[in-house]
């Protein structure tokens, strides 16, 4: 506020405000004091009045000679400020009075002094009158001295004093209006003193900054006022004599600038050339790399699909090793060119990075379990730690997370040759809207010098540059790693010394997304006893935490031993415990040992489940009574663990991996490729899978086959001489918006690896994608998901290939046992309660399809689809499976198929009626 107010002002505040508060202050005082005095100069009056009046009256109480009382009490209002007058008998019943009736009640008191009560107008004094008073009168009688002869009463009015004070008051107002008048008067002039000057000051400074250097201030009449200003003028004169030399200096700088534009627009002309040479020659650089992308994955298909199809023939053990040691080193030039070609787009800015739903939990343990394998081969324990704060439903990139979390523990396994490698995932910070993650790789390897740290995200560069350093790497994946997390916004970092290990940490910040319902607790295994062995120390902490966060009890044993006594233990008490969970490897307990171990177990009712490192997966396998169901790998995945351990309790869910078998008719595919090797890889795979096959090498060929032909899907690739398969993909929609039916799934055989590829495919009309190289299972999955019909392919449990004059059974014991996992009793009672259903499923869909209600027939086919696949009936499976293809498709022949669908319901229940 004072900071706002000018000089006049604040001279005027200066003196103004204490003159002010003084005289207020002071003025109050004296007013008060004055009151005051005159307050008790009034009451000290009226007690005097009423001691005179005392001796006189009192004769004439002693006596009641009232005329004589009233004539004293006329002369006492004669008196100043004496309003009203009374003389009392000793009764207190009136004697004389005059004036008007008193405003005060009567004092109360002691009766022998005198008493009063004010009031805000009067003040009333009750005197008594003894028989002494009238000593002075004379004629007093010794014995009535004490004697009480009556009362006076007076009262006096505050009217007068008030007017005093008023009247002082005024006086004291006056006094301090002319005092505050006269120290305004001498503010405002010296005020003006001081300002007038200022103002000049404030004139001269203004046309001193508006450029007029030549004005100057004159003598202001004060001392320090008069050094300002010649202050002023000196340094106005520095102004100008600098404003001259400064002029001088920009005249001679304008003519260096002018001596100097030729030599500046030549040189930007060759800048400006150089850009766009610069700008061709990365356009240049981006072609060839897409080129040399196709160039050298086309000839590594090749490679390794040939690699595959050598690999299923008849071969001596020494060449399937060479073929072994060929599709190694073909996949590790791929994995080379991928993190080239990842580092040119990251060094174009075109990598585009995907936001989708993912679940952190699994993108870590996925991570893990792939790379399990070679950390199990030397022997490493692995760790994945998910702190119970950290939510896991979260959006971001999680192929690009993958990539980088697999480089980080990639390099990690490289580098440590014993001990234990940790994945940890916690969190930092948490709002509504999202999470700050920090997801850490710790190992106990070599370390890093502070060199090689400093070294570490540069590109191509290694950790390790000796020359008995492990090979394999081009030293792209931690600069990869880096950029791409930066491109998230998020950091990257390494805490390491020699020979204590590293930790590489990511910090990252992600939205959340809604939370996945299989990652709460829930039944069958929420609130059972379970019992788990784990040497590992970490291990044994994260695979507690995986338990208890599906919801179970657990109780941790130090060995197997032990398991087996707590759980005899429990048994005996009442207290049962239902599952087991052993972390195990041959060092622990060999597999002869833990085979007897396992049954105890089991004969106490409680179902065990192993977990061993991949390496010893096959030593562990003889231990076990049902090792498909009872045997997992290392580290523990919270997903498989889930479902392992379902699958104990409640054994109608096991399920298996066979693949379903072929449906009622092959599928026709037309295969479009330029490259020879490539086309005849692809045309094999299929047909060797019992598919229809054409194959045709040019966008021409392919537009003309599929107008004179009819085909379930096309597999295009992408770069082609003349016509490429985005346009060949264009070409065949326009036809199709011509005719009448479902499109023709179409999708793209692709080697390149630039940014936007997918997007750009599917814009062009291409439903799906397969990256080159490709495999037989892919081949299948894509024919699959796009016309419904399944391909041959080889089981988990055996490798051996269905023959291709193998017809589909109406009912197949053997398939039945499999899928109930060898158990007689419940593949009988799968097979019974799908047959005592499947007349009340066939009306049901009979109904969905007579009211054309679209939604509820796919219903109740996907309902019948569900139950046979729990069950040995080839033929009703594939006319299901087919059937709910067409329909979600909107294929014209799903009515053939539901025709087909109602037939082999029909032949399966004949079949049941003729075996009974």
Known sequence: MLKRLGIKSRVLLL????????????????????????????????????EQLAPLVAHGMARTDKPLLERIAAQALEQADVRSVSFLAPDRSPLAHAGPSMLNPVPIGSSTHLLLRSGNDATRYLLPVFGRHRDLSGDIVPSEEDRLLGWVELELSH????????????????????????????????????????????????????GNLESRLPALGSHELDELAAGINRMAETLQGAQEELQHSVDQ?????????????????????????????????????????????????????????????????????????????????????????DFSKIEAGKLVLDSIPFNLRDLLQDTLTILAPAAHAKQLELVSLVYRDTPLSLIGDPLRLKQILTNLVSNAIKFTREGTIVARAMLEDENDDGVQLRISVQDTGIGLSTQDVRTLFQAFSQADNSLSRQPGGTGLGLVISKRLIEQMGGEIGVESAPGEGSEFWI???LPKARDDAEDQPGEPLKGRR??????????????????????????????????????????????PIDLAVLGLTSYDISPDRLAPQVRDIEQLGCHALVLCPTTEQALFHSAMPNPDSQLQPKPACTRKLRRGLGDLINPKR????????????????????????????????????????????SGYSAIRAVQDSRFDLVLMDV???????????????????AQTGPALPIVALTAHAMANEKRALLQSGMDDYLTKPISDRQLAQVVLKWTGLVLRTR?????????????????????????????????????????????????????????????LTIERVHRLHGATRYCGVPQLRAACQRSETLLKQGDQSAGAALDDLDAAITRLAEHARSSA
Request: proline content about 3%; charged content about 25%; overall charge negative.
């Open 15 to 50: 003196a103004l405000l204490p003159a002010t508060l003084m005289a207020v202050l002071l003025g109050g005082y004296f007013s008060y004091v004055q009151q005051a005095e005159l307050q008790a100069q009034l009451l000290r009056r009226g007690q005097m009045i009423a």
């Open 507 to 509: 910090s990252l910040r």
């Open 530 to 575: 379970i019992a788990m062995v784990e040497h590992h120390d970490l291990a044994r902490q994260a695979l507690h935490h995986q338990l208890e966060d599906l919801g179970m009890e657990v109780s941790t044993f130090a060995s197997v031993e032990k398991l087996v006594g707590g759980i005899s233990a429990a048994h005996l008490a009442g207290q």
């Open 654 to 697: 096991l399920r298996t991996d066979t693949a379903p078998p072929l449906g009622n008719r092959a599928p026709r595919v037309l295969c479009v490729d330029d490259n020879p090797a490539n086309l005849l890889l692809v045309q094999t795979l299929l047909e060797d899978l019992g598919a229809e096959v054409l194959a045709v090498d």
């Open 159 to 210: 009217d007068g004093t008030l007017l005093r004070v008023y009247r002082g008051l005024f006086a004291s107002l006056m006094l301090i209006a002319g005092g505050l008048l006269a120290t305004t008067l001498l503010a405002v002039r010296m005020s003006r003193g001081i300002n007038g000057p200022i103002s000049q000051i404030k004139q001269t400074v203004i046309q001193l900054k508006d």
């Open 253 to 341: 700088a304008t003519e260096d600038v002018r001596q100097n534009l030729e030599t500046i627009e030549i040189q930007n002309i060759e800048l400006d050339l150089a850009r766009k040479e610069a700008l061709e020659a990365s356009r240049i650089k981006s072609e060839f790399l897409a080129n040399m992308s196709h160039e050298i994955r086309t000839p590594l298909n090749g490679i390794l699909g040939f690699t595959h199809l050598l690999q299923k023939s008849e071969l001596t053990p020494r060449q399937l090793d060479y073929l072994g040691t060929i599709e190694k080193s073909a996949d590790s030039l791929l994995g080379i060119i991928n993190e080239i070609l």
């Open 719 to 737: 770069q082609m001489p003349g016509m490429d398969g985005r346009e060949t993909t264009e070409k065949i929609r326009l036809w199709e918006a």
């Open 795 to 855: 089981t988990t449990e055996r490798a051996e290939w269905v023959p291709e004059d193998d017809v589909l059974h109406v009912l197949d014991p053997e398939e039945g046992l499999r899928l109930a996992a060898g158990k007689e009793d419940l593949a009988a009672d799968m097979l019974a309660m799908l047959l005592a259903s499947l007349e009340d499923e066939r009306r049901a869909i009979k109904a969905a399809r007579d009211a054309q209600d679209h939604t």
